[in-house]
């Protein structure tokens, strides 16, 4: 501890490090006696006997070797080939020690429980309406890999967060099965935005098999961004601007090859969603300490409030379009599922009856992009050759060279 010559040895070979700096151990409480030798109290274990007297015993050289290694956690390579016992062990020390509350350690730290231990850390995350945090511990977030189900339901994402690129991941991707994502004011251009990666590059949640975009303004034409999804078998759409009816039932089976259930589906019950890992309660930590606001930090934002006076209306409006979407009744439901049965077909209807409920919606969109090419005619060239369906749209290549 006194910068002398630190050597490890890996793979068998010895080498000498001289650049890392270990953590100062906690300072010891004064002690009256002449003898300048003071114990560390922190290699101790300190208990009563039946005649209540005070008694203590050292502790194992693991236990001390343990606490070592939590405090210098961020100098570690690698924790990859250590058993489950000890990586479990070690985070809880570290856990113990607060070390994940430092933002400057928390990130590498987690990174290298996660590539040891995966979804041992940390399988399933829910954050649902909890955006502080997500916003706050982004960088920590963005190190769990392992996830099966995150649930970022009302955290406030809007249609162009960071986090998108997280979620379409080689890294995560690999992994995710459920994703919840409504009522985030998520419309047709962030659905877009948020699957152009897997659209354009072909890969990115591929074992995705539920997706709850509930209480979002989305429309029709957004469905057929989710057609690049392999695997999906359930799809919540409550809330959203799609309206039940034997179009739209044909709409996603063509694209989704999903059917609407008759029965609320108990995959989207909230209650069944939890962080469950050994980094649960580090989650419930960082929320805790972020409840804990200093003073200081209150009167900044006090300030803050001040100058938006003058711009008042304008901050509420952004406020309220990235609140979630509250309905005052209860929404349409709209679950649809994959079937077991593969010749399973939806009910037919008259071709014209499906012409007259989703034509004209359709029909106002096309009219709407005729009369723009009319109005921008004189300041265009001439237009291109029409591209095929299959091909990426103009928008499409466009937000792909936006990353």
Known sequence: MDNSAI???????????????????????????????????????????????????TKSLFDTTLLFVADNIHHV???????????????????????????????????????????????????????????????????????????????????????????????LSSN?????????????????????????????????????????????????????LPKLQHLDASGTSLKLGSALKTTIWDLLGLIYSEIPLDNFDHSRCKTEGWAE???????????????????????TSALHFFGRQKFVREVLNAAPLVCESEPERLHFFRPADKDHRPEKQNPSTIIHQETPSLHNIKKRQHRSEKCDGANRSPPTKRLSSSTLSAEDIDLMNSY
Not at 210 to 223: E, G
């Open 7 to 57: 050597y490890v040895r890996e793979r068998g070979n010895l080498r000498r490090v001289s650049d890392i700096v270990l953590a100062q151990p906690k300072p010891v409480s004064s002690c009256r006696r002449t003898n300048p030798f003071v114990l560390r109290k922190e290699h101790f274990i300190f208990t009563y006997n039946a005649e209540g007297s005070l008694r203590y015993t």
């Open 77 to 171: 390579d690698s924790l990859v080939g250590f058993p489950e016992q000890i990586g479990d062990r070690l985070f809880a020390a570290a856990e113990e020690n607060r070390v994940f509350l430092n933002a400057d350690v928390s990130p590498k730290a987690l990174q290298l429980f996660g590539d040891a231990y995966g979804e041992m850390v940390l399988g399933s995350l829910c954050l649902r309406n909890r955006f502080p945090l997500l916003h706050e511990r982004m960088e920590e977030i963005k190190t769990f890999h392992s996830l099966k189900s995150l649930d970022l339901f009302g955290c406030r994402l809007g249609d162009d967060h960071e986090i998108f690129q997280h979620l379409t991941s080689s890294s």
């Open 176 to 228: 995710l099965i459920q994703l919840f994502i409504g009522g985030n004011g998520l419309s047709d251009v962030g659905l877009q935005r948020l699957t152009s990666p897997i659209r354009m590059l072909r890969k990115g949640l591929d074992r995705l098999q539920l997706l709850d975009i509930s209480h979002n303004p989305i429309s029709v034409r957004a469905l057929r961004y989710l057609a690049c």
């Open 281 to 303: 309660q580090v989650v419930n930590q960082w929320e805790t300490n972020s409840s804990q606001m200093p003073k200081q930090r209150k009167m900044d934002e006090s300030k």
